[in-house]
């Protein structure tokens, strides 16, 4: 089959004729892609950044976030069946060990990491486990909800622990209104009352952000904290939401806390650096957030069906991965990218 | 009467007469002072460090750690008497806002804090309200129990919160067994189940620390990251609690973190600096800690009344600051130190 | 002045001349009434059900919903002051105990239940304090709103502890779409993701609870338990939400209920009678719910003010409460009754 | 093998050869009893009250509570081998259901029960899965802490759940002292702060409670409730952990509460009935409990490695099991009864 894949870091995936994956254990699933998410952590893969978190052999198939059809499924597979349109949570995950057992899965001890950490689904057939596939609602195409495999599933975890701490008349800062954000934008409009502001630096964003349920929407131009600031009476956000994490977001995200107020880091690539007296003056929390748990994807496709969180989203056949690429990395990408097999 | 006051920063607080507090408000209180703490905090101020967050104008009275016996009370104050003895929270705060109906006092949007932002309790008489007095139970003495009003109320505040992600079989490390870390010790053991792991890099502290109930102990020599892994089969603790916050105890604090675990700041001085990546690839969280709620307050008398956590002090008369502070910086000042009006 | 005033059980209250009440204490606040919400449990008051949780001394002044402007206030208030229209939280707290101190106002140790255990606001003024205020936002006037004084604030408590149980793909049963109903129904679809169906006797309240925003609706015709387990896969539902409390409501709720699910109790009248191995084998929870707290009193003045929960009212001089009552026993009452004075 | 066998309700089991169990699926596990606890509700089973709720079909194997040596092992467990000691989860859960996955072990969609709606552990082999398995720390033998999977399991469950709204200063009564209730105790002494009240019938019981950390005791007189009462400065226990469930007890743990107050309903026989007036008035809870989560089990175990929960049994021939079953009847049975094959 084909499939897009990793010779070295620093240098383009190739797209090559690699061998099907094979079942080999009794609650293996193998899926056939119906369309794969491109996100900026591919880049970031590239670069190298991910190098000795994920200690993976190269070459190896990319694409973390997928979704398709089952294809075959190993003996002891109950809830799935050749044939079902599934969407597939990005962790491979044992289901004995204790963060499993408590719905946890990011934080499964054997856990592999599809795309990251070993083959993932920019190929036509994708390995992964029963305890991974979320079966679709009748009318849902795989391919267009696939981005919700990762990016959605993570901004919808991340605002779902906020969500606990927001009520009316509280404000929820977003920061960065792209792949992740445009849907944490929706999903905190379904699951809180507060005002949402967003911050972009891009009036193309805004304008999307708008779109999604956005309250108000700020420019970021150098005037952001102050903006912020002035609009919750000089005191700042109960929440802030950091889809960016990285140029002056982190450092952004700290300045329009409230106090005790809760900055939840959701983009990655800077350092956040905050002297301690700030952290105890304000009694302020920084959250990180990772993907999300099977439960918090099949949450979100209740939504996706009921039309209360949509994607936008452009389609690029899977030969032309670098394009795709390019158009990321260009800024010329509008909503998700996503790879489909021919 | 006598008080110590700090005319300008970077210089010692002298022993002077001022005018005795007065009743203002219907809710207003006067305590006759029986012993008030001195923290490192009060060292910070004299530095400088909470200049501009307090804004306060010198000269003023130090001392936010403070108990005694009701002097004087204001028409509508209807908790206590003249003659109650009483531990006074820290904050002086309105009842009204929305902070201070929801329990927490410390971000009450009109209050004061005496010792910080307003004159202090390291004087014969201190001026509080209604809010902030919490009656003692019998047999208790003020200066036996003053240093729980800020040390002791911030460490069990801090410990409150990571008890509540403690189960059997976790781990939480503590980052300093002083003024504060001994009692976090003791709270630990009182309000969860877990292992406790105590960091020093005083062989005296550690024995304090194991007096106080640490399941185990490591000296702090660079090696106590490796340590604390080796101690939870490589994966680190579910907490840490940070009494220090300098030094390298903010970096090591985030190294020890299991996946998903929590960093409770309490300790100040350093920056904390960490890249985004380690943050989300973890999911780890940050959590400040500023004192603690007048409830917290209550129920930590209820456990120093049952002698479920003690106190390790030294007093001073009044007039003996100066003393008292060269002891507290020199290492030399074993427990909180205690300063007695005559 | 005029007030609406109890002189024996099972007789109707009588219109009467009584003299004005004065500020005694520095907190205390006397509203001029805008507007008097009428309630079910003014009835049960009438019909003595309260007699010995009362304790109230006849004759009284009814009217425990009130809103209006502030008249007068008390030295010591800061809140507040008069000519600010205000909504009257119906409990007159201490601000000093326990459960003020943790933001549960309902369970005050020091409160007086105006309309319930002193003087209400079925009349021309009405003495509270500045704990019991909620400054209304420009523009809302208090008739309109009165109703959430009690109404709005005991269904929006009772939502609110639900929805954190609720998730996509939940189901919450609401028991009566009345005068608590149809802003449950409000709230639920404003704090939670969850199908909301609402179950009522009456057709024209169906279609008052299509209106607020209920997902489906059931006529209560004896079948009704068995059309919810077909709507929940044969599981029944998370939540139930009871707003009757009577007749057969209270063993519907439990029957509806799905394993681990939760009954909360907001109507009363009737008698839960639930062997406990049906408690225990299903895991099932049953959670009573009184008025609010001051927080979600000021929560819901927000989503007033955005329009997101807009009641139904009917109003009637203060004169007419006895021809208020009549409408409202005889079920001719639509919407909440307001008494509004001359 | 050798097996208890219960053949027509009613009726005492019978001691019989059955064929032993095999392995069917990957992750099957067979594991050789070592003991197993005998507990009030085999008797009620024999009584009939699980008929409908079970629907087995007769004759079958009883014994839900058990421990012992792992057998054999379908081809897909990876956590445990032939040999290892183990305590037995009393579920079988299918790992991949909503319930599970959110770690709510008793709520699993596909379960099964063994001993209550398929063969359980009163035999020489029993057999279960790789989900419900936990290994036993060293040096632990399974007869002497069989009782913890069920008895201990479910009194670590609900004090688990209380455990959550006590606080220094709250008081908790436990009703009956018992098989469940002495590690209720023991659970609560670990788990809170909160002082522990114990009542029972039975002055030998009182004195069990006194041993496993009771802070006071009650012998139930019909004068219970007014003790309580007394105890409390009149307004009663913010918790009540009611182990009995019959008799008299439901009604008093409602009377025992205080506002706002919790009833943990764990043992069963009896109907609970209460006006739903006094529900709301109070706003107080009722909350059900069904064994609990395979990680409360795992934290169990540690609490039981660490000495800090311990268990009184006596031990029986699996031949003598209706030998243990007339002592049980007949209250001669001290501490839990443990049936241990040849």
Redesign the interface.
């Given at each position: 089959m084909k499939a897009v894949r990793l010779h070295g870091y620093g240098q383009r995936p190739v797209v090559e004729e690699v061998s099907e994956p094979q079942l080999t254990?009794?609650?293996d699933v193998i899926v056939r892609i119906g369309g794969a998410g491109l996100c900026r952590t591919d880049l970031h893969i590239i670069e190298g950044?991910w190098r000795e978190?994920s200690n993976v052999e190269l070459p190896y198939t990319l694409g973390h976030e997928n979704a398709g059809w089952v294809q075959e499924v190993g003996?002891?597979v109950?809830?799935v069946e050749p044939g079902d349109a599934v969407i597939v949570h990005p962790l491979v995950t044992?289901?004995?060990c204790?963060?499993c057992?408590?719905?946890?899965?990011?934080?499964c001890e054997?856990s592999l990491f599809p795309g990251i950490s070993t083959d993932g689904g920019f190929a036509e057939l994708l390995k992964t486990n029963?305890?991974a596939v979320v079966r679709l609602p009748d009318g849902v195409e795989p391919k267009d909800i696939a981005a919700h495999a990762d990016a959605g599933l993570t901004a919808y975890h991340a605002v779902k622990k906020a969500a606990?701490i927001l009520?009316?008349?509280t404000t929820a800062v977003v920061i960065g209104a792209g792949g992740l954000g445009h849907i944490g934008i929706q999903s905190l409009k379904?699951?809180s009352?507060a005002r949402v502001i967003v911050l972009d630096r891009s009036e193309g964003s805004l304008e999307l952000a708008r779109e999604c349920g956005a309250d108000e929407t700020i420019l970021v131009d150098g005037s952001e904290i102050e903006a912020v600031r002035e609009r919750t009476g000089g005191r700042g956000a109960e929440v802030v939401l950091d889809f960016v994490?990285?140029g002056g977001a982190?450092g952004d995200s700290i300045a329009m806390l409230r106090?005790?107020g809760t900055h939840y880091?959701?983009?990655?690539?800077?350092?956040?650096?905050?002297?301690?007296?700030d952290?105890?003056?304000?009694?302020?929390?920084?959250?990180?957030?990772?993907v999300g748990?099977?439960?918090d994807l099949?949450?979100?496709m209740?939504?996706a069906a009921?039309g209360?969180v949509t994607l936008h989203t452009s389609t690029y056949p899977l030969d032309a991965v670098n394009e795709a690429m390019d158009d990321l990395e260009a800024g010329r990408l509008h909503g998700r990218g996503i790879l489909i097999p021919a």
């Open positions: 254990g009794p609650l950044q978190k003996g002891a109950t809830n044992c289901g004995l204790r963060a057992r408590a719905g946890d899965d990011m934080h054997n029963a305890r606990r009520y009316p008349g379904v699951l009352a994490g990285e982190l106090e005790a880091v959701i983009g990655y690539g800077g350092v956040l650096s905050v002297p301690a007296i952290i105890i003056s304000s009694e302020i929390n920084v959250v990180g957030n990772l748990t099977y439960n099949a949450e979100l209740t939504l009921e209360r």
